[in-house]
């Protein structure tokens, strides 16, 4: 009896997965890589060549109070939009997981706004707060007299983008949720109400440990694409009212890097973003998938 | 043997139609070239498209290759190209600062500015990159003649006391004072600190932002907090209303056009919006006044087209740039269009220009007979301009003084620190 050769089965594998794998190096690690490189040098595009200055961009960027009232608003945005489209998503999935025409346009309803683009999203939005948009016409008519400066007042500014954000990520959130529900057996839930369970124990029994996987599905995108938010500020509030009230560690990289040419120093910005991000993902990933495992 | 030959005879071929491109015609610029262009509501495409083929007709060995900026922000579109090797042949009202020290830019001669008014504008290390084809008075004071007249106010304020004055007579009448805005652009909340640094601080020292440069003054110093303190003593006064901050540029145009806010100080380049749309009241228009009345007029020119020193047409692309500036017909169109005044020797507006361009017009006229000009603070762009990156700090200092997130001497620490990190 003949083996089969070892070599043909190596060569059908690796042209399997090189493609991928060269499309990762090129457009992830090597961009990474160059953009670490970057950070440790004062490259400014108008003026060539870069010096060597190992780690003075990372000295200076933690003393820096720009980049830490960044670190802050980034941090507060994407601590709501991890929690709220996620809270949200579940109970208006809970309450459309019914057959019918009428939850059918209700999910499409929910979902339409994950397919708009950000910025279409944003401008829309732009005009709704404006100070003397229909929100706060509506509430004039109400009877509010000052009603609030929802992008003016820079204590309100950054939880108007949040909710711009939070609203146009609730139908991914939905319809995440809504896959879970629908993977949960029937014959559990019955097995339960023949238990004597009522809705809310055979929800927190049954129905929410198998929905893990959605929670964390959701909870991992929410987080990256929070942290990395750039499109919504930059449309709707350009980083302001005022100086750091908005600007989000991306935005601050971008006009950092492009608009002060100062492309070394916004490198340092985005490794250090990367690095948290990492680290963040891991660490809840690592939580939540423990969850699952536990099940 | 006969592959060869035909990769010969292509190679032939494709040598000569070359050549008779480069070559081709005695008159005519000949060759392509890449133009960088911006639309806005003022200038649309058609605006481009007519102005560029007026040029070619002309030159009808030239073929001009239209690039369009995404968005309103041509320099940082520039660099975008630049980075990528794409960087146009000709680009217009790019900030010519970075490109032109990295030698992307080239430098016209003397002979080839002959025909402009201001040909030492916007000098960079000692060359002058931008054809200085326009000036822009920023800002000039625009404002509703029915409410002024409404408030009891019969002449317009040439002094800061006889500003405050007409503001508090406004305020009493129920109406905002001041009509701003600032959004995604940011800069319609600043106009009134520009003008305030411009008259004030530049009117006795035109070259301090030359002198910051050289750390010889600084943010913090009296002059500049001064300044600074005359624009926070309008908002404390309440004569702007912070609300206002989150209007992007179009909405803030419209609001004043829609009769909210009596007094409007905004770039002339607004006199074309105001004759175009015809509000039901009338506009005015006034020089940023000065403490005690003396005539300080703010102004920038520049704005014109960059050529970029590397093109592979130099030749076809200055012509081309020339050719495109000093068209009558091209100067006449920007002048309705964008309200811009023409800085060309012998040029004479067309006469069928709206009433508020006219006005704007003549009290330019005035301060350049008077010589009262000096620069427009942020909006320089060349030795004597702010830092890269800079401007829209000082755009941030302005909302954290409208919206009290900043006392004036915060604000004025910021932006040294800010300057600091810019370097």
Redesign the interface.
């Known amino acids: 009896m003949r083996r089969k050769p070892i070599l043909p089965r190596v060569w059908h594998f690796a042209s399997f997965g090189a493609p991928g794998v060269v499309v990762y190096l090129c457009f992830v690690m090597a961009p990474i890589l160059i953009s670490f490189g970057y950070s440790l040098t004062n490259h400014n595009?108008?003026?060539?060549p870069a010096e060597f200055v190992g780690l003075e961009n990372y000295r200076l960027l933690f003393q820096?109070?720009?980049f830490l009232t960044a670190l802050r608003v980034t941090t507060i945005l994407t601590v709501i939009v991890v929690i709220v489209p996620n809270l949200l998503g579940l109970g208006v999935a809970v309450l459309l997981d019914r057959k019918g025409w009428l939850y059918n346009a209700l999910r499409s309803m929910f979902f339409t706004p994950v397919i708009l683009s950000s910025v279409v999203v944003s401008i829309i939005w732009?005009k709704l707060?404006?100070?003397?948009g229909p929100v706060n016409d509506a509430l004039r008519a109400l009877g509010v007299e000052h009603p609030p400066?929802?992008?003016?007042?820079?204590d309100l500014?950054l939880y108007s983008v949040a909710s711009i954000v939070c609203w146009q990520m609730l139908g991914f959130c939905v319809v995440v949720y809504l896959a879970g529900l629908q993977g949960v057996p029937a014959e559990l839930l019955e097995a339960a109400e023949i238990d004597g369970a009522g809705p809310v124990r055979r929800f927190r029994a049954v129905t929410w440990p198998l929905l893990a996987p959605s929670l964390t599905i959701n909870t991992v995108v929410l987080l990256i694409s929070a942290f990395k938010t750039y499109d919504y500020v930059?449309?709707?509030?350009?980083?302001?009212?005022?100086?750091?009230?908005t600007a989000t560690i991306a935005f601050d990289v971008l006009?950092?890097g492009?608009?002060?040419?100062?492309v070394g120093y916004a490198s340092a910005m985005a490794m250090v973003m990367l690095v948290i991000v990492a680290t963040l993902t891991t660490i809840v990933l690592r939580f939540l998938r423990r969850r699952e495992v536990d099940l | 043997m006969r592959r060869s030959f035909a990769l010969g005879a292509a190679l032939l071929l494709a040598a000569s139609l070359t050549g008779c491109t480069v070559g081709g015609g005695t008159n005519a610029s000949g060759g392509e070239i890449t133009f960088l262009t911006f639309e806005t509501p003022n200038l649309p495409p058609s605006y481009w498209d007519s102005a560029i083929k007026r040029v070619t007709d002309r030159d009808p060995g030239l073929r001009v290759k239209k690039l369009v900026a995404p968005s309103t922000d041509r320099t940082g579109y520039a660099k975008q190209l630049l980075q990528s090797g794409q960087f146009p042949d000709v680009a217009i009202a790019v900030d010519s600062a970075g490109f032109a020290e990295s030698g992307n830019l080239y430098a016209w001669t003397p002979e080839e500015l002959k025909d402009f008014q201001f040909p030492g504008a916007n000098p960079i290390k000692g060359g002058h990159h931008q054809l200085p084809a326009n000036t822009q008075t920023i800002p000039p004071i625009y404002y509703n003649k029915k409410l002024f007249a409404d408030a009891g106010i019969t002449s317009t304020p040439s002094t800061w006391n006889e500003l405050l004055a007409a503001s508090e007579k406004l305020k009493a009448k129920g109406v905002t004072p001041f009509t701003i805005g600032g959004g995604k652009e940011g800069f319609p909340s600043a106009m009134l600190l520009d003008g305030l640094v411009s008259v004030d601080v530049y009117g006795k020292t035109p070259d301090w932002l030359s002198q910051r440069r050289a750390d010889q003054v600084k943010f913090t110093d009296p002059a500049f907090q001064q300044a600074f303190g005359k624009f926070a003593d309008l908002v404390a006064k309440g004569y702007l209303d912070k609300t206002q901050v989150s209007r992007d540029y179009s909405a803030t145009e419209a609001a004043f056009l829609n009769g909210e806010g009596a007094m409007y100080p905004m770039g002339n380049w607004f006199a074309a919006s105001a004759d175009a749309k015809k509000p039901p009241f009338e506009i005015g228009v006034f020089n940023f006044p000065s403490e005690d009345g003396k005539l300080v007029v703010p102004a920038y020119t520049g704005g014109g087209i960059v050529v970029n020193a590397k093109s592979r047409n130099l030749d076809a692309a200055r012509k081309f740039a020339l050719a495109f500036q000093l068209d009558k017909q091209q100067i006449d169109a920007s002048v309705k269009a964008d309200g811009l005044f023409p800085a060309i020797k012998g040029y004479t507006p067309p006469a069928d220009v709206g009433p508020v361009f006219k006005a704007g017009y003549e009290l330019y006229k005035e301060a350049v007979a008077k010589d009262a000009v000096v620069n427009a603070f942020s909006w320089e762009t060349a030795d004597d301009g702010l830092l890269p990156g800079m401007k829209d700090k000082v755009y941030q200092a302005a909302q954290d003084v409208i919206t009290g997130r900043r006392t004036v001497a915060d604000a004025c620490a910021f932006l040294d620190t800010e300057w600091a990190k810019a370097r």
């Open positions: 595009p108008f003026n060539p820096d109070e720009q732009t707060l404006d100070d003397r400066g929802w992008l003016s007042d820079p500014a930059k449309v709707v509030t350009n980083g302001g009212p005022g100086s750091g009230t006009a950092t492009l608009d002060a040419n100062h």
